[in-house]
């Protein structure tokens, strides 16, 4: 009987030892637990421009319309990872049940479909329609891994969101977010980009009329001139007088039509020709340079690390 005792003793104190001892050396090594974070469903309330209705759907639903909608499903994965966390981060920026600014084309719209306005989104069927039968699936599943890998990663700045805005194609180095627009971003910097080369934007010239350009800038044809009076070290427009007003780089080429502000410009007699080089502001990610980054072996975190200054990738939980 003794030596029973004795037994289930030695077998008690070995359990303690082996089993329970361990199990609370390695927990108390583990640190405080993190805390826990309220998960809340996000969904986006999106004016559609071209039905001119408002629909309401889950916030993947609607990144999975905005990557297919925003690049080309041939780009590089990781590509496709960066437009989706970059996407997410615009989007809940805002989201009016969130606080943020939600779209002035509608008065509910947190966000439009216009990609001049907010973000380009198309619906599973209008995206399949435009890719060839035989890859329909196998673009639609890499638009879903690429927003499903990334779930809840947004990008941030000294613990807050970035407005995370982006554009086609660079065509050589990103621009200032001052020198485009008027407000001095810390985290939109100029950034040098050599890998936007394949991109079918690089340049593009557009010939007008002088009687199209100046009814186009508002001004009359005896009065018009386009007397660049600042660019970017890139060769950017900053301001230009063209008469009676001085416009800004952006709204110079958003009058008229052209795809970007570097601009090249050569007068003729009645005609005058305009090669831009690039396409879009030229803020933030060039999306066919992190194409190309992405086929050089970059992440999509290294790739949002460049265009976008001093940042992080930070997954947040959400209910997508």
Same mark, same amino acid.
């Given at each position: 009987? +003794? ?15 082996? *089993? ?37 759907? /889950? ?19 990781? !590509?496709?990872?960066?437009?989706? &966390? ?7 920026? +805002?989201? +009016? ?8 084309? #509608? /008065? ?11 973000? !380009? ?15 329909? #699936?196998? #673009?639609?599943?890499? *638009? ?15 613990? =807050? ?14 621009? =200032? ?5 008027? =407000? ?43 007397? &660049? ?19 800004? %780089?952006?709204?110079? +080429? ?35 340079? @992190?194409? %190309?980054? @992405?086929?050089?072996?970059?992440? @999509?975190?290294? &790739? ?17």
């Amino acid at each position: 009987m +003794r030596r029973l005792k004795l037994l289930g003793v030695l077998v008690l104190v070995l359990f303690i030892l082996l *089993i329970l001892l361990p199990a609370l050396i390695v927990r108390g090594c583990d640190g405080p637990a993190p805390p826990k974070v309220e998960v809340e469903p996000y969904h986006v309330k999106v004016w559609d421009h071209r039905a001119e209705e408002l629909v309401e759907m /889950p916030l993947s639903q609607y990144l999975l319309g905005v990557v297919a909608a925003e690049m080309p499903a041939d780009f590089h994965i990781e !590509a496709l990872k960066a437009q989706a &966390i970059v996407a997410r981060t615009y989007t809940i920026t +805002r989201l +009016r049940q969130h606080g943020g600014q939600g779209c002035d084309q #509608n /008065p509910h719209a947190d966000i439009c479909t216009d990609s001049t306005h907010c973000q !380009a989104w198309v619906s599973q069927e209008e995206a399949m329609a435009k890719w060839p039968f035989f890859r329909q #699936n196998a #673009n639609w599943s890499k *638009i879903q891994r690429a927003v499903a890998d990334t779930q809840g990663q947004v990008v941030t700045h000294e613990g =807050n969101f970035i407005d995370a805005v982006y554009h086609s194609t660079c065509g050589g180095t990103t621009e =200032n977010s001052e020198d485009v627009y008027t =407000n001095m971003i810390p985290y939109l910097r100029a950034v040098p980009c050599g890998y936007c080369t394949h991109s079918p934007r690089i340049t593009e010239t557009v010939r007008l009329s002088v009687q199209d350009v100046a009814d186009k800038l508002g001004e009359d044809y005896e009065d018009l001139k386009l007397d &660049i009076l600042d660019k970017t070290e890139s060769g950017r427009i900053i301001s230009i007088d063209v008469g009676s007003q001085i416009l800004r %780089g952006l709204e110079f +080429r958003t009058r008229l039509d052209l795809k970007s502000s570097k601009i090249s410009i050569l007068e003729e007699r009645d005609v005058i020709s305009f090669t831009t080089t690039g396409y879009g502001h030229a803020v933030g990610m060039c999306q066919y340079g @992190a194409d %190309g980054m @992405a086929r050089q072996g970059y992440s @999509a975190e290294e &790739i949002l690390a460049h265009y976008y200054t001093g940042i992080q990738v930070q997954r947040v939980k959400l209910e997508e």
